[in-house]
């Protein structure tokens, strides 16, 4: 017996010219058949959420055992999808296996790397791309060549008759079943997953019932008139600012009863208002989030994970026929076009269902972040500068591909990504596809305005900027990334920075803290900052820790030349910081620390994708237009497959626009569904 292991960059690098490339190949094949395997037992790690191990055993013409090891992967997901896929590649002496539903990322890296074990075995080169496949021309997703309509789907096992159908059961998803069915309507609420997706917290909201009468904070329609103008102003006014202006003057009222919702369930909500006035806004935001104590999650849970799930209980005690772990395939059109409903894939049998809709389908399937031809036509910029995508992994387009077919027009803009400059990259540097999707690639405090350099040593920007703007720092920068570098003073730094929203790592008074959250993020003293961020990122050996700055600079990669020059930067700041004004690039004095306290520490950063920002354009009862700006009746597009709202970078210091934006319009487009009009009844 004998054990050979390769990793995902590493094998059979150099491939012989003119070697077979073998995809994901199974017994059955007729390579396989002219081929003997070599006994012995072979071994293959890919990215999944985290590293995914496939060992397998085999004899001369057959695989005998298949260990998984996927203790990286989501808990309740990727664990039980690894036994399955065993079994079915034992079963079926192949790695062409069907997809766990709930956990494809898992899934393709287990498919792979058998497809590797089995490569290995048969002494072949496994190649991810075939030749032939390198050699055909590229055409960008969007156009006739790759994206044609496919032939409609006539094999129907069963049809339902219903008034609205919603498609996904993320933060829009949920909001538009719940609304629609709380509106008295029929609902068929389709996902392809087995239960609700859980990602996100804070809610942007303004003027809601909450913020007036518990805390007395109420905008005039000026000065929500500047906050709509400032956001437009972030995306160079290439959005459509009836849709920013519809989410900032309406979103108070989807809040307030977003809020009766949850409180008949015992759930809190609160407002934020300890939040950060700078240059880069000109009012300070307030907004709303929820937290509370539910069933078996306790206390230290927020936002959509306690909420979502709450949404499918309001559903099922709704009567809403919630068909998840159903596909949605393509959606179903009359002569004048008028969408009337959908069909839909039922993932144990593979049967098809078709779903009528007499007042609706809306879509929100979450954007299309795990889609690498959608990427690289829709974030062609920030796609290379992306290395963790924990967030928006699993979105393949569906909804966005979907309302294409049917006639809809898309942004084509370059809308980049609602993200956080809290990636910690692996050792290699490495940016850019495949990215990472898992906690332990996170580095919460990467967004505090401590000193960065590039490769070469140098300081090139102020660092005390919203999340995109340092992201976008980053991309004129050698290898797209940057080294942030402290010194042992950090927790006196981090309180004198004070940042706000998401990034906020200090426990302060009238913030998601520790008085409504303990235990979670924002920390109260050095001791609990150490265990929560430092300690965990110095194993992982991302952080790196040195008694000289020289020493950092070699740990974290520099060559000689490079490691002079990241010395002769602290010294450069640290004069600044004695003198109390940033001459080289105006951070603000507050800002300002020296690096002078040994020991020092520094680690790659990069960008870690939360979502796409880029999608169907819609009129503002969220209907799909064409390119003619004509409505595409019966079809409403609401969260991350919606467009007109974003451009170039993401709004981030007012903080839960996303999330805002998605409950609001979710909310509104069940209500002109149903009802015919956005209004109240």
């Not at 539910?294 to 809403?320: H, I």
């Not at 569906?398 to 990504?417: F, S």
């Not at 004095?589 to 939360?610: C, Q």
Request: overall charge negative; some cysteine.
């Amino acid at each position: 017996m004998k054990s050979n292991q390769i990793s995902r960059r590493s094998f059979l690098k150099g491939m012989a010219a003119g070697a077979v490339a073998v995809g994901t190949l199974g017994a059955g094949s007729a390579l396989a058949e002219e081929k003997k395997y070599t006994p012995g037992t072979y071994s293959a790690t890919v990215r999944g959420m985290g590293d995914v191990t496939v060992t397998m055993t085999f004899d001369e013409t057959s695989i005998t055992d298949v260990v998984i090891d996927a203790a990286g992967e989501t808990q309740g997901l990727g664990d039980v999808a690894a036994e399955k896929l065993r079994e079915a590649i034992i079963s079926g002496q192949s790695a062409e296996v069907d997809a766990v539903t709930g956990a494809t990322v898992t899934s393709t890296a287990v498919k792979e790397a058998a497809g590797k074990c089995i490569a290995q075995a048969m002494g072949v080169p496994f190649a991810e791309e075939t030749a032939a496949a390198a050699a055909a021309p590229k055409t960008k997703w969007y156009d006739e060549a790759y994206f044609a309509k496919p032939a409609p789907i006539t094999d129907i096992s069963e049809t339902i008759d219903t008034e609205v159908v919603v498609v996904g059961a993320g933060n829009g998803g949920c909001i538009a079943a719940v609304s629609a069915a709380d509106l008295g309507a029929k609902v068929v609420w389709v996902e392809k997953n087995a239960g609700p997706i859980t990602w996100a917290g804070e809610i942007g909201a303004y003027n809601s019932k909450l913020m007036k009468e518990k805390y007395g904070i109420e905008y005039t329609q000026e000065e929500l008139n500047e906050i709509i103008n400032d956001i437009c102003r972030y995306g160079s006014y290439e959005v459509d600012q009836r849709l920013v202006a519809l989410w900032v003057n309406e979103s108070g009222r989807t809040m307030d009863w977003f809020v009766d919702k949850m409180a008949a369930k015992g759930i809190n909500t609160f407002i934020e208002t300890d939040m950060k006035d700078t240059l880069y806004m000109n009012k300070v935001q307030t907004h709303t989030v929820y937290q509370g104590e539910f069933k078996e999650l306790g206390p230290n849970f927020m936002g959509s994970q306690v909420a979502n799930p709450l949404w499918v209980e309001y559903a099922d005690e709704m009567g809403v026929n919630r068909l998840f772990e159903h596909t949605a395939m393509q959606l179903v059109q009359d002569e004048s076009g008028k969408v009337t409903g959908i069909i839909i894939k039922r993932n144990a049998d593979g049967k098809f269902i078709k779903v009528n809709a007499s007042k609706g389908v809306i879509l929100s399937t979450g954007g299309y972040g795990g889609n690498p031809e959608m990427m690289e036509a829709l974030n062609y910029r920030d796609k290379d500068v992306i290395c963790n995508n924990l967030g928006c992994a699993f979105a393949q387009g569906d909804g966005i591909k979907m309302a294409m077919w049917a006639g809809a027009a898309i942004d084509r803009n370059h809308a980049g990504g609602c993200a956080f400059d809290r990636a910690a990259i692996n050792l290699d540097h490495h940016v850019g596809a495949p990215y990472d999707s898992a906690l332990t690639d996170i580095w919460w405090p990467g967004s505090q305005p401590w000193l960065n350099v590039n490769t070469k040593g140098e300081r090139f920007a102020n660092e005390d900027l919203p999340y995109d703007f340092h992201i976008n720092s980053w991309l004129r920068q050698p290898g797209k990334f940057c080294y942030q570098i402290f010194d042992s003073n950090y927790w006196s730094d981090v309180n004198a920075f004070h940042t706000t929203i998401c990034s906020r790592v200090v426990a302060v008074p009238g913030a998601r803290n520790s008085e409504v959250l303990p235990g979670v993020f924002p920390c109260k003293s050095e001791e609990e900052f150490y265990n929560v961020y430092m300690k965990p990122a110095l194993e992982s050996g991302k952080l790196k820790q040195a008694d000289t700055i020289e020493e950092l600079a070699k740990l974290l990669g520099m060559d000689d030349e490079a490691a002079a020059a990241c010395v002769k930067s602290v010294e450069r700041y640290n004069e600044l910081c004695d003198k109390g004004i940033d001459e080289d690039f105006g951070k603000q004095k507050k800002d300002m620390t020296p690096v002078r306290k040994a020991p020092y520490y520094g680690i790659a950063i990069g960008e870690w994708l939360l979502a796409t920002m880029n999608g169907v354009r819609v009129n503002r009862n969220l209907q799909a237009v064409n390119d003619d700006d004509e409505v595409i009746g019966g079809l409403y597009v609401v969260g991350n497959d919606m467009g007109g709202f974003f451009n170039n970078s993401y709004p981030q210091m007012y903080g839960g626009t996303m999330q805002g934006k998605t409950t609001c319009f979710a909310r509104l487009a069940a209500l002109h569904a149903v009802t015919g009009t956005i209004e109240e009844a």
